[in-house]
Structures are given as structure tokens and as C-alpha cells.
């Protein structure tokens, strides 16, 4: 028999039954469901909490400046990440001079946070109400800013500035082709280096820089370092001609060479303000064949030898030049052909030249005749006129180069004595010329053996030099030439030198210019070179020293290709030096 007892302490163990179990169950996993799904929302709440942090916000020191200033624009995004924003649509309204980027991390009261720093040198392109647009980052976005950009000089804090742009002209209206002078000026009392600017660009009209100062102006008691740059500006058409704002940028403060940032220099950008001239039209009442719009134009006229000296059957080079101040020389028009009777003319391909100051461009047409008389008597060249409109005075002028009478002595029979082909062999393509000349006169034949026995003394005489100079450089030590002592000999010689001389003494310039060419002719100088002026300078030489009978030396072309030749930068000399140009300011 089973006690009592024994019978309630198995009924207090007993399983539940199905249906309790169930509920029991049901509610446990309630409870780990309910719980996980706060914690799920307490992590979300979390992460839109850090997210909230990582924003994406834009600031400027200045929301009104001039349209010579800048400003600057920071950008800060409080969280991490790569790569930058996209500034392209900031370019449309602004120049982007400088753009620094950094990461930082600090610690205020216990929080640490970090965040990344854009910091942009920002110059507008126009003036009006402009906007830093809204820039994106990471998903997120900065709200844009409104800019005020007034003219040069009028905001509020543009007083005493430390540097600044002014443009002058010369005139206050022109004529169309007339030379206008632009002059542009740097002022600063500070040091500026790495200054860059565009090039002046006007449509329209023809420009080019003709010179550059530098010098001091005290403005108000302060000394104001000066750059000034003048350009020569040809307008093309009449009308309104405006001259575009130049923009110039520099760096200034002191350039720390230690220093791999250079944090104490500032970058500038200088704009100077627009300028609008007007153009006049040609007047109606202008009457010559060409407009000339000249300060001043003259004529002059060359010959080769002396006109009391002229006989049948030598050839004379008559040498006509064209100088108009204010004018290029591709404006000049050229001049009539001679069609005198009795006379045969060759003429040579015209020279043109530049030369530029500061007052402008002087242009130059130098056209260049042979003439070859065929019978004795008087002849007469008629009289060159060029009508022109002066502009100092507003009035239209002519200058005229007188007729030009003289007498050529000698027989028509003499002429036929010497070879009826010697006036044609003058003409290009012609053959044999020099010889039949040489036959039939023994003048021309004792001209020959002279030019023979004196090149044969140049030669022995340069030779002479050649062994004195080896035998001064094994005995003492080797001296630098001066090239500055030879350029001027070089300038003597090609006013009234010998054509010997003359070669002799190129070649003791280019040596002296730049010892690391060898050679001693200027054809072999030449090959390392490539100057166009050696060129040209050799033909003359040849045809002088070489021909049969030699042709004289037009002096006014050697001298500008001489003139040429001085002026050779080192950027240009040879092809193995690069120096790089100075900076504009230190």
C-alpha cells in the first residue's frame, strides 16, 4: 500500500500539461524578442545621433568685396572620409587661386571629434550678386552664400591697399590703324614674387608689348615699387574698342626656403578695370592711294657709289627707305618701279623692319635696286610721294623724295665692246655673264686679279693673326674674350668695314658671345646656330667679296641684321641652354 504522503510528493513533479507549456513558451519568447528589438532601436538612434554629426558647412570672411579682391571661402566636414568636393560649379563665377586641405582632430570638455578643412582663395570673374553655390560631400550638402562684388576700389575695406592695377592711354580717340599706347602699371609696397599674368588680348585689333620698366613713385609720402608694361594697339575696324580688365597674380611676403608650406606668404589677385575708346573711320576727305596713319613718315635714298662716278654698263645699287613712326612696317605700301629709258633695273625682295620704344613701333620699308645704264647721257628718276595722315596734327600730308638727275659717261660702243650680255647677266637665271665680261675688257679682268691678290693678302694676314693668338696662348694662360668690346667693333665694321673685315670680325663676336662654338667660317658657325641674320649677312658677304664684279653692300640692311643679330637672347642661342627666366619681382 502506498502511504498518503508518498502519493502528493509525485503530483508536485508531474509535467504541465500541453496547453500551459505552450503559454508559457509563448510568453518567454515574447520577451527575448521584445528585448532585442530595443536594443535594435537604441542602436539606430545611436547611429543617426553620430550621423547627425557629419555635416557639411560652407563660410566666407567676406560677403562684399571689390572685383580686384579676394575672399575666402572655408569648407568643414565634421566626420571622416576620402577624396574632396566637387568645385566645378564654384569655377563658373570665381577663380579658385588656392586650395588647402586639412584633417585635425581635437578635445573639447572629454569629447574628442574630427573633422576636415577646405580652405579656398576664391577672385570673382564679374561684378553683380553672385553665389557660392551649394557643394556636395559624402551625401551631404553646404548651403550657398550670397556674394556682393562691386568695381575696383569701392568696397568698403579697400583703402590703403598694398598693391594694386592702373591702365592709361595715350590718347582719348583714334583713328582706325592708328597706333594706340596701353600702358599698365603695378603698384606695390610690398615684396611680390611669382607674378603671373595673361598676355593683353584685345579682339580686333593688332597688339604687341613694345616695353617693360621698372622704377619707383611716392604717392601720398609712400614709395610704391613700379612695373609697367606698354603695348603697342593697332585697332582694325572703327567702332567702340574696349580694352579688357588684365589680371595679374602674385604671392606676396617673404619666400621661406626652409620652410616646405611657406606659410607666411599670401597669394594676391589684381585686376585692373576695363577701358573703352572710340575709333574714327578714315576721313571722307583723305585722298591718298593708301591709309597711312603716321606720326611722322620720311623718306631717304642711297646709292653705292657716287653719282659723279657713273658710267655705261656698271651696275649701282640705289637704296630707297620708308620710316614712318606709328606705323608697321607690313602697313608701308610699296614703291613705284623705275621705267626710265636707257636704264635696266633689277630690284631686290624688299626688307621690312620693326623698331620698338617706348614711345611705340617705327616701321621701315628698305627696297633696294640694282641699275644698269645702257647708253651715255643724262638721266632723270622721277620723284617718290607718299601721301599720309599725320596724327598729331589731324591732318592729311605728303613728303616727297625729290627727282634725282645725273650723268653717265662712256660710249653705247664701249658697252657692245664688253659682250652684249652684260647687262642681262644681272637678271636672274642668266649664265656665263661674268666671264664674257672678263674677255671682252681687261678692266674687269685687272678688278679679278685685284680681288685675287687681295684676298690672297687677307688670307696670309689672317693666318699672320692666327699664329701670333696660338703663340700668345701657349705662353700665357687663356683670357676669356670680351664680347661687349666685340660687339662694338662689330657695329664699326658693319657701318663702313670691309667686307673681309667684316667677316672677320662676326666671327670674333660669335666666339667671343659663346666660346662653346667652334668653326672658322660663318658657314660652319652657323650650322650649330641656325640664326636667319647669318644667313642672309653671308650671302651679302659672298656677293661682295666673291662676284665677278662684286656687288656692293647695301649698309642700312647690314646694319639692321647686325642689329638683329646683338639682340639674341640666351633662351634662344642654343638649344642646350634652358635657363629659366628671373622672376618679375623679388
Known amino acids: 500500500m502506498v502511504s498518503p504522503s508518498s502519493v502528493s510528493q509525485r503530483t508536485s513533479y508531474s509535467p504541465l500539461p500541453p496547453r500551459q507549456y505552450r503559454a508559457t513558451a509563448a510568453a518567454s519568447f515574447s520577451i527575448s524578442w521584445l528585448c532585442k528589438l530595443l536594443q535594435l532601436c537604441l542602436l539606430l538612434v545611436v547611429a543617426n545621433i553620430a550621423h547627425a554629426d557629419d555635416q557639411l558647412t560652407a563660410t566666407v570672411d567676406r560677403n562684399t568685396i571689390g572685383i580686384d579682391e579676394t575672399l575666402n571661402l572655408t569648407l568643414r566636414y565634421n566626420g571622416s572620409g576620402g577624396g574632396e568636393p566637387d568645385f566645378e560649379l564654384l569655377q563658373q563665377d570665381f577663380d579658385i587661386l588656392s586650395r588647402q586641405q586639412s584633417n585635425?582632430?581635437?578635445?573639447?570638455?572629454?569629447?574628442?571629434?574630427?573633422?576636415?578643412?577646405?580652405?579656398?582663395?576664391?577672385?570673382?570673374?564679374?561684378?553683380?550678386?553672385?553665389?557660392?553655390?551649394?557643394?556636395?560631400?559624402?551625401?551631404?550638402?553646404?548651403?550657398?552664400?550670397?556674394?556682393?562684388?562691386?568695381?575696383?576700389?569701392?568696397?568698403?575695406?579697400?583703402?590703403?591697399?598694398?598693391?594694386?592695377?592702373?591702365?592709361?592711354?595715350?590718347?582719348?580717340?583714334?583713328?582706325?590703324?592708328?597706333?594706340?599706347?596701353?600702358?599698365?602699371?603695378?603698384?606695390?609696397?610690398?615684396?611680390?614674387?611669382?607674378?603671373?599674368?595673361?598676355?593683353?588680348?584685345?579682339?580686333?585689333?593688332?597688339?604687341?608689348?613694345?616695353?617693360?620698366?621698372?622704377?619707383?613713385?611716392?604717392?601720398?609720402?609712400?614709395?610704391?615699387?613700379?612695373?609697367e608694361l606698354t603695348y603697342a594697339v593697332f585697332p582694325e575696324s572703327s567702332g567702340e574698342l574696349r580694352i579688357p580688365p588684365l589680371t595679374y597674380v602674385a604671392v606676396a611676403g617673404r619666400r621661406d626656403p626652409f620652410s616646405l608650406f611657406n606659410r607666411n606668404t599670401q597669394r594676391l589677385r589684381l585686376r585692373s578695370e576695363p577701358k573703352t575708346i572710340k575709333v574714327l573711320p578714315k576721313p571722307d576727305s583723305y585722298s591718298g592711294a593708301q591709309w597711312l596713319p603716321a606720326a611722322s613718315l620720311g623718306i631717304s635714298q642711297t646709292w653705292s657709289k657716287s653719282p659723279q662716278t657713273f658710267k655705261v654698263g656698271e651696275p649701282i645699287t640705289r637704296i630707297v627707305t620708308v620710316t614712318a613712326e606709328g606705323l608697321r612696317a607690313a602697313q608701308l605700301p610699296p614703291l613705284p618701279q623705275l621705267n626710265v629709258e636707257g636704264l635696266k633695273t633689277y630690284p631686290d625682295q624688299p626688307q621690312q623692319d620693326d623698331q620698338v620704344t617706348a614711345k611705340g613701333i617705327t616701321g621701315s620699308r628698305i627696297e633696294t635696286t640694282a641699275v644698269v645704264a645702257t647708253k651715255p647721257g643724262d638721266y632723270q628718276l622721277p620723284s617718290i610721294t607718299v601721301t599720309w595722315?599725320?596724327?598729331?596734327?589731324?591732318?592729311?600730308?605728303?613728303?616727297?623724295?625729290?627727282?634725282?638727275?645725273?650723268?653717265?659717261?662712256?660710249?653705247?660702243?664701249?658697252?657692245?665692246?664688253?659682250?652684249?650680255?652684260?647687262?642681262?647677266?644681272?637678271?636672274?637665271?642668266?649664265?656665263?655673264?661674268?666671264?664674257?665680261?672678263?674677255?671682252?675688257?681687261?678692266?674687269?679682268?685687272?678688278?679679278?686679279?685685284?680681288?685675287?691678290?687681295?684676298?690672297?693678302?687677307?688670307?696670309?694676314?689672317?693666318?699672320?693673326?692666327?699664329?701670333?693668338?696660338?703663340?700668345?696662348?701657349?705662353?700665357?694662360?687663356?683670357?676669356?674674350?670680351?664680347?661687349?668690346?666685340?660687339?662694338?667693333?662689330?657695329?664699326?665694321?658693319?657701318?663702313?668695314?670691309?667686307?673681309?673685315?667684316?667677316?672677320?670680325?662676326?666671327?670674333?663676336w660669335i666666339h667671343a658671345r659663346w666660346p662653346q662654338v667652334r668653326g672658322n667660317s660663318l658657314g660652319e658657325v652657323n650650322r650649330q646656330l641656325r640664326f636667319p641674320e647669318l644667313n642672309k649677312l653671308q650671302e651679302l658677304l659672298d656677293a661682295a667679296l666673291y662676284l665677278t664684279p662684286p656687288k656692293p653692300m647695301n649698309r642700312q640692311q647690314v646694319n639692321i641684321l647686325v642689329s638683329k643679330l646683338l639682340k639674341r637672347e640666351v633662351a634662344e642661342d642654343l638649344a642646350e641652354d634652358d635657363n629659366p627666366l628671373p622672376d618679375l619681382f623679388a
Open 104 to 227: 585635425q582632430y581635437q578635445v573639447i570638455n572629454g569629447r574628442a571629434e574630427s573633422f576636415v578643412l577646405w580652405t579656398l582663395s576664391l577672385a570673382p570673374k564679374r561684378e553683380g550678386k553672385l553665389f557660392i553655390p551649394s557643394l556636395h560631400y559624402q551625401g551631404k550638402v553646404s548651403d550657398a552664400i550670397p556674394i556682393t562684388v562691386t568695381k575696383a576700389g569701392q568696397a568698403p575695406d579697400s583703402g590703403d591697399r598694398q598693391a594694386f592695377l592702373e591702365v592709361e592711354l595715350d590718347k582719348q580717340q583714334v583713328h582706325v590703324q592708328e597706333q594706340l599706347l596701353v600702358k599698365v602699371r603695378l603698384y606695390t609696397t610690398i615684396g611680390l614674387h611669382d607674378i603671373a599674368t595673361d598676355p593683353l588680348q584685345i579682339p580686333g585689333a593688332h597688339v604687341e608689348k613694345v616695353d617693360e620698366q621698372r622704377y619707383e613713385r611716392r604717392i601720398g609720402g609712400i614709395g610704391h615699387a613700379v612695373y
Open 389 to 508: 595722315w599725320d596724327t598729331k596734327t589731324g591732318r592729311q600730308r605728303a613728303t616727297q623724295l625729290p627727282a634725282f638727275r645725273f650723268t653717265v659717261t662712256g660710249s653705247a660702243a664701249a658697252l657692245s665692246n664688253q659682250g652684249t650680255g652684260s647687262i642681262s647677266d644681272l637678271e636672274p637665271g642668266a649664265s656665263g655673264g661674268a666671264s664674257k665680261l672678263a674677255s671682252g675688257n681687261n678692266f674687269w679682268r685687272n678688278i679679278a686679279i685685284a680681288a685675287i691678290v687681295s684676298h690672297l693678302f687677307w688670307l696670309l694676314y689672317f693666318l699672320y693673326l692666327r699664329g701670333g693668338v696660338s703663340a700668345r696662348r701657349s705662353a700665357s694662360p687663356k683670357k676669356q674674350p670680351n664680347a661687349e668690346q666685340e660687339a662694338r667693333a662689330l657695329k664699326r665694321s658693319a657701318e663702313n668695314g670691309p667686307p673681309v673685315e667684316l667677316q672677320l670680325t662676326i666671327l670674333k
